[in-house]
């Protein structure tokens, strides 16, 4: 009874198995079940060990030997087929016993209730003595999300691997922030209103985004965010101006960089937003993150990326070298290519680098980060642009 896995009870409960159903009910007050189960089973020891003591007196005299005799025989029987023996096999096969015995079980409560009563009588005394709380100790029983999650991995067999990686990606999405998942500013395409008209018509023909962000010199100073295909209208008025542009544009929805994932999810919800800007403690541009950046820690990369978006790395190549850019996410990196890199400091592999160096190196620095050995291919206005990294 006790080795029955509770989470395959409950569903075959919900399945209407019978002996299920049984079991559970008996589960449900285990007080009364083990009362039960060990007043029979003492007195049925207790009731053969002087039966057998009184029938070896009558064969074989009252003296020590024969009764030394007598409690070994005995106590080697019930250790090996009434204890030990059953409780194996129970253990072993917990539904193919502990089913039909719930059927004997049950009517035994019903009948012994007066023993049980009594006996327990006296064990919840000696609980309170040492301040024991049953239902303290069954809430602590309940399972933890890790625990969850190991028992996802355990079920690898019995889940398709799509949906293991699934499941054990919901379980990341409350250990990480939004900025472990947005666009890095460096990565965004946006629309400066100080620029000449022409050079803001060319960004709007080339974009590779339905939206732009929208600013004023600053990139901190955002007006709002543009919806391309309503920006195309102006082309054919002739009239692709700052204040056309401003009536156009909606207002930005900022969120902090230290939100939950998790929770982001459900703001996206409530707010009927699809994407957010993201901003550090104090309101400088972080990134960028979409509803589409968060599916895609969930069930995989499903979106084709544009010229501009944050490089993804899938493989090693046949050198066993991989050449990444330095904007690369550090959590992209350990989850593509199998790397250990720390993720609670820098977000992506140009911070990585500097945060090591404390300084910005020259292109042909070797450095070895988290057993990684990487070199400095190009570098770029103090930002580390393209690194060789080399298996482990």
Request: charged letters at 20%; hydrophobic letters at 45%.
């Amino acid at each position: 009874m006790m080795a029955l896995n509770r989470y395959r009870l409950k569903a075959l409960v919900g399945q209407g198995k019978r002996g299920a159903i049984q079991a559970s009910e008996l589960l449900a007050r285990t007080d009364r079940l083990l009362s039960v189960i060990l007043i029979g089973n003492n007195l049925i020891n207790a009731g053969i060990s002087a039966l057998v003591t009184a029938m070896a007196i009558v064969h074989f005299g009252n003296n020590e030997i024969v009764l030394a005799a007598t409690t070994g025989v005995v106590a080697f029987l019930i250790i090996v087929f009434s204890e030990i023996t059953p409780k194996v096999i129970g253990a072993t096969y917990p539904e193919r016993v502990a089913f039909p015995a719930s059927y004997i079980l049950k009517p035994l409560i019903v009948v012994a209730y007066p023993a049980y009563w009594f006996v327990n009588l006296f064990v919840s005394a000696l609980l309170k003595v040492f301040r024991i709380d049953m239902h303290a100790a069954s809430e602590s029983q309940r399972i933890s999300p890790e625990e969850l999650r190991t028992l996802v991995l355990e079920s690898a067999h019995f889940i398709p691997q799509k949906h293991m990686s699934i499941l054990l990606n919901l379980f990341e999405l409350e250990q990480i922030s939004v900025d472990d998942v947005m666009v890095p500013r460096a990565h965004l395409e946006s629309l400066n209103l100080e620029d000449e008209p022409g050079v803001i018509a060319r960004k709007l023909t080339t974009s590779n985004h339905r939206r732009l962000i929208v600013h004023d010199g600053d990139i901190n100073n955002i007006k709002g965010v543009l919806l391309v295909r309503k920006a195309t209208a102006l082309f054919a008025e002739g009239e692709v101006s700052r204040e056309r542009i401003l009536e156009l544009v909606t207002e930005p929805y900022f969120v902090p960089a230290a939100t939950p994932v998790f929770q982001q999810l459900q703001l996206f919800q409530e707010n009927r937003q699809r994407m957010a800007l993201v901003v550090d403690e104090y309101g400088e541009l972080q990134g960028l993150v979409t509803l589409e950046d968060i599916v895609e820690e969930m069930i995989g990369e499903f979106t084709t990326g544009a010229p501009l978006a944050r490089s993804h790395p899938t493989a090693w190549d046949e050198k066993g070298a991989a050449l990444i850019e330095g904007g690369a996410l550090l959590r992209d990196l350990n989850r593509h290519l199998g790397l250990d890199f720390p993720l609670e400091g820098p977000k992506t592999l140009n911070g990585l680098i500097l945060e090591h160096l404390r300084d910005i190196p020259e292109v042909g620095v070797s450095v070895k980060i988290s057993g990684c050995a990487m070199d400095i291919v190009q570098t770029e206005d103090r930002v580390i642009r393209t690194v060789r990294l080399l298996r482990p």
